[in-house]
């Protein structure tokens, strides 16, 4: 609803103020090379500063902080207009809370009583029980969402260990028994499945003591309880993984995951946080880390990460054919690398294509080194900056800059799809001189039409990304290499650096549709790969294989996140022997340093069932790239992807 | 008990026997709220184009939480026998 301000000053900043980095970006999107926008959707709050102090709290210490700039000589027009955001829209919160306590008091149903109890502690201080925490939660939550125009991308820096000390007081001051606590839960996580956004509500479970033990506690056990017997998919489930996780938690997860009722990604500890120490993070702040959004890794209260543009890579390719030409944009968007037949060597087709890579990567960085300036101009962080006390203590927006790791992330979409496609070229174009590259085009041209026997001998190649083919995995390695080499560590806009991410969201459908046909065999339209995983029906290898060719991609390389989807077939999985299977996977992939891993468990016969009787499939999910959805509510078209997996598995 | 309110609470952001389009962010239209309690969203999406001329030459964050406060100040809000957790109209 609070869009007004928002909509006014986004236009206001790009119209008037960058209307040529607009254009840019416009051009970007439309062309399908790159998806780009202005992202508002990443935020953490400091959950433990918001349950320690509450709403009132925060609006206190805000103004304690602007009295001693105020005092200090240094609270500037800027900074009294920072504090003066924060102490309206705090005051606005802790009036709209005394609205609904005494709306409460008019009401005589059996909750009631309860709920203004709640909301009359909780406008006056911080909350005092698990109930109470449970409410400023989701009231920030909804507040941030619909009137600050903030996502939150976590519910607690890990729901467990953020409300475990309310739970434990719970129980041992009788305020509730452990059957109420589970109650509370059920209403509490439901909110999120009701409210049924398609990327799905994170929020992560567990991690490591700075003593090497584990943070899962009973808290934690409960949340997946209440979770598994509601059988919902959202809020989706970031669970941290370690050598030291319970096995009985790691066999909890696994059975959710094998029977399908679940959402929940496992994020492994040592990759991401030798990640996070890759752009200056301590060992205490990795080891703290939030996972926000779908596995993304960010300082706990200290980081700021945006995405900047989903770059398609294997447009780098298509430019390559096209000397840089863009058919939808009409003009030329990409680099002159040279007409095809100039090309002579695969050397020269290489090169080429790194240069129509390099030029997107720099193109995307360089329209969010002028936009980036402006966040807090269109969208200043009221709600959020008042959480971060090193923003307050600074008295700046703590979304621009006020944090100490002010990041944007780069993302790696299509990345298998790339080195399939080079892979493709090199193969059929260059060793073994099955096409001439110009008839190549031309079959791409065509969508393959009249060149099915060429499709065919290409599929089957077995130089694809996640076979762990040797060349191919070189190949991987070095793209891989390359792209991070590109982006990482280099200065944003805001004081902090831009991060590598191989993360596709939507993009790998949206991108897809958008891209015409590509070497590897691929028809215009189809998806491209997501994440880190393979294209679709081309790993063939096994898992193992698939496992070994993603880990050449070197995940930690990817600052921000990296994630690979794993299929397994139902009987793989089955009994207790399938949970060690799983466990094998998962902590072969940790322990070189994978980051996270999403499970997929299902088989053709069952998708193939679902898809003709849907009305009896009701509850059927799909992981698709960092959430789940109800299979039903897939496109026969993304339905047939998931088939087309599953007969490969 | 919260298996007799679940059915209700689906119902809490959005309808859901009528067409929810998942990617539309905050777009709630669930059961109807007691009207007493604050404005249509079409009364406060005038009220608050209205606020803005008057605001709109105010640094960005405190003109942002003006509107803010004016959306909270007048939104329908709702406890509902079936929830312990708030409803916002927004």
Sequence with gaps: MQRVTFDKWYNEIFLTKIPQVSEKMREMNESGAVTIWADFDH?????????KLGFAGLLKRACDFKNRHMQNGTLTEEKAAFFDGIITEYEAVIAIIDRLYKYALTKTHSKASKIAECLKNIRDGAPNNIYEAM????????????????????????????????????LKNNTYTVEEIKELFRYFLFQWQAIGNYWGQPLYLGGTNKDGSTKYNELSYLILDVYDEMGIYNPKIQVKINENTPERFLFKIFDMIRCSHNSIVCCCEPGMMRAVMNYGATYDEALNMDIRGCYETGVRANEVSTGTGYINSVCAVLYVFSDGYDKKLKKQFGLKTGRLEELKTFEDFYAAVLKQWENLINMT?????????YLSVINPSNMYSATIE???????????????????????????????????????????????????????????????????KIRKSPHKYGNNDYETDLYTRAMSAFFTSKVNNRPNARGGVFKAVMHSAMQFVEQGRATGATPDGRFAGDE?????????????????????????????????????????????????????????????????????????????????????????????????CGWNVLWNNLSREEQNAYIKRAENI | ????????????????????????????????????????????????????????????????????????????IDVNEHDFFVGFGA
Aim: aromatic letters at 12%; a negative charge.
């Design chain 2, 1 to 76: 008990m919260f298996k007799d309110d679940r059915a209700f609470i689906e119902n809490k952001y959005h309808k859901t026997d009528e067409f929810f389009d998942p990617y539309k962010r905050m777009s709630y239209h669930g059961y109807p709220y007691d009207k007493t309690t604050g404005m249509e969203d079409s009364e406060i999406q005038k009220g608050l184009n209205d606020l803005y001329e008057q605001i709109k030459f105010l640094p960005h964050p405190k003109a942002k939480a003006v509107c803010a406060k004016y959306v909270l100040e007048n939104t329908m």
């Design chain 1, 135 to 170: 409410q400023v939660i989701y009231i920030y939550f909804m507040i941030s969402e619909c009137f600050d125009i903030y996502q939150v991308r976590s519910l607690g820096n890990g729901l467990d260990n953020t409300l475990w000390s309310f739970y434990i007081n719970d």
């Design chain 1, 390 to 456: 090193g923003a307050l203590e600074k008295g700046v927006d703590a979304y621009q800059c006020g944090v100490k790791f002010n990041n944007s992330a780069v993302l790696n979409c299509g990345f298998a799809s790339l080195v399939d496609s080079v892979m493709a070229v090199k193969e059929f174009v260059y060793d073994k001189k099955i096409v001439d590259i110009t008839e190549l085009a031309a079959a791409l041209e065509n969508n393959w039409k009249n060149y099915d026997e060429l499709n065919v």
């Design chain 1, 43 to 51: 935020v953490v709050p400091d959950w433990d500063a918001v349950l």
């Design chain 1, 528 to 624: 491209l790969s997501k994440n880190a995983s393979p294209s679709v029906g081309m790993d063939k290898n096994g898992v193992t294989a698939l496992i070994n060719s993603a880990l050449t991609t070197v995940p930690s390389s990817y600052f921000e996140s990296h994630c690979l989807d794993i299929m397994l077939h139902s009987s793989a999985v089955c009994g207790e022997e399938g949970l060690y299977v799983m466990k094998s996977l998962l902590f072969s992939y940790m322990q070189r340093c994978g980051q996270s891993m999403q499970f997929n468990v299902f088989d053709v016969k069952t998708l193939k069932k679902a898809q003709e009787n849907p009305e009896k499939y009701k509850n059927l999910q799909v992981r698709v």
């Design chain 1, 365 to 373: 960085m360089n329209a969010a080194l002028e936009y980036e300036k």
